[in-house]
């Protein structure tokens, strides 16, 4: 009987259920001794361009797959079937003439999203695709659900994101996604590894928060009876490896922030972060582009990309003033205004009138040294800080500075924060006795660069929703 005539998903599960027991019966269900040793996408890439004739001549015997039915052609004395493995499909063909009857009987009343194993030999049929010709095939798994319709795929949002494993399985657009995220940071590590940095692991809990300006994740320890806090940046752990002598290291590391929901924001994310001693902030925005130039020709075959709506040339990296930005975009605030404001407030009315706008590359420099506790102060402009941050696409991608190594300035930018935590900010960094101690033992110069990977991924992969690059995003319930 047709799946379509059962009545419904209960009625496909309690069918496919049947079937499950007569495994379990015969013990075959599950089955755990199946090796495959083909990949689809290996095969097809191997052997395609061999004409019928070549590949007859070859004889290319003793292939063997494994993977998820996903489409199916039952026959009377021969049928097809498609199989998906992790790198892509391929066809199976399989017959009386190439297989015992019993299995040939067996073969069709298996399922649409069952996982199989395949043994036999390559042809290309009348239509010149190339298939594998069976000579013993065997069901490894039931699927006791049936997959999502082949041509509407998952139309519930929430579905792909709570149940990834069917967005994955239906939508080869999502996998390429995740394919290519990987790619990304594959560049990005490489980029890093040719300028002879190290990749090292510090610390995911923290005795106390800091490294970013976030409110933190508590966590308890029950052995040692002491609250921990989930990591919000592993800054002030690597900046403690320059002070102990490594002078080029990396991190790609999870972090968290216990803050809202949103297309730009989880809770959990993943961030480069790199530090250079010697070198200088000029040095390291050119790094940085450079970088992300890398990653994106590896994915896009192009610097000119979409993003949503917007069409962005990343070939094309401005470098500009936050108090000139703000005054382009407040054509009615003078210099002599924006005198008059304090370092959070000149950053809260760049975040209000410019960040958006900012959709072609562009480094957004001279940040105001109260909204940059961990920064150096400019040698010219003691006000500021040499730092940077990158946005494209109207969204903040990297964020950049001149490392700050004077201990007597960090102790009393801490103690700032400290007084501004007292008095109700949940985001502002708690007081680091340890950190401020290495730096007293001397860090050299040095620069730092954290990049949001899930933001970049978004706009490589032109996703407009950080949960589109994530494979388990956070949720409502």
Not at 76 to 100: E, L, P
Not at 173 to 199: A, Y
Request: proline share 3%; with cysteine.
């Amino acid at each position: 009987m047709s799946e379509e005539n059962l009545g419904g998903e209960d009625g496909i599960i309690e069918e496919r259920r049947k079937k499950l027991e007569i495994l379990r019966s015969n013990k075959k269900a599950y089955i755990n001794n199946f090796y495959k040793e083909n990949f689809a996408k290996d095969l097809i890439s191997d052997f395609s361009k061999l004409t019928k004739e070549e590949l007859e001549e070859k004889n290319i015997t003793g292939i063997s797959v494994a993977g998820r039915v996903i489409l199916r052609r039952i026959m009377g004395n021969a049928s097809f079937a498609t199989i998906r493995d992790g790198s892509g499909d391929i066809q199976i063909y399989i017959s009386k003439n190439t297989v015992n009857k019993e299995l040939y009987e067996d073969f069709k009343t298996w399922d649409l999203g069952d996982i199989i194993g395949v043994e036999g030999r390559l042809f290309k049929t009348r239509t010149d695709e190339l298939t594998i010709e069976a000579s013993n095939t065997i069901l490894i798994t039931k699927s006791v659900r049936p997959m999502p319709d082949k041509f509407k795929g998952l139309s519930d949002i929430e579905i792909r994101y709570r149940q990834r494993y069917l967005d994955l399985m239906s939508s080869d657009e999502s996998k390429k996604v995740f394919v290519d995220r990987t790619k990304i940071i594959d560049s990005m590590r490489s980029s890093l590894r040719n300028r002879n940095f190290i990749e090292v692991e510090t610390p995911m809990m923290h005795p106390i928060p800091g490294g970013a300006v976030a409110r933190p994740f508590i966590t308890k320890h029950n052995a040692l009876d002491r609250d921990l806090y989930l990591r919000i940046a592993p800054e002030l752990y690597l900046k403690r490896l320059l002070v102990g002598g490594f002078e080029r290291v990396f991190e790609i590391n999870r972090s968290f922030r216990n803050e809202g929901l949103s297309t730009r924001h989880n809770p959990e994310f993943t961030m480069l972060e790199y530090y250079e001693a010697y070198s200088s902030l000029d040095r390291t925005i050119k790094f940085t582009e450079d970088m992300i130039k890398d990653a994106t020709e590896e994915i896009c075959g192009t610097l000119k990309i979409n993003w949503g709506e917007d069409n962005i040339d990343l070939s094309d990296f401005r470098k500009e003033t936050l108090s000139n930005l703000v005054l382009e975009e407040n054509k009615n605030l003078s210099e002599d205004d924006l005198a008059k404001l304090n370092g959070k407030e000149l950053l809260e009315l760049f975040e209000e009138t410019v960040e958006s706008k900012l959709i072609q590359p562009t480094f957004v420099i001279g940040y105001p040294v109260e909204v940059s506790p961990l920064s150096r102060r400019n040698n010219d402009n003691p006000a500021i800080a040499d730092r940077f941050e990158l946005f494209i696409g109207g969204k903040e991608i990297a964020n950049g500075f001149c490392e700050l190594n004077d201990p007597d300035d960090q102790a009393e930018r801490f103690k700032a924060q400290v007084k501004a935590k007292d008095a109700g900010d949940k985001e502002a960094m708690s007081y680091d006795q340890d950190y401020v101690t290495s730096l007293e033992h001397g860090m050299p110069p040095a620069v730092g660069v954290g990049i949001g990977i899930d933001r970049l991924v978004m706009m490589i992969t032109n996703q407009t929703s950080i949960r589109d690059v994530i494979l388990f995003p956070q949720l409502k319930t």
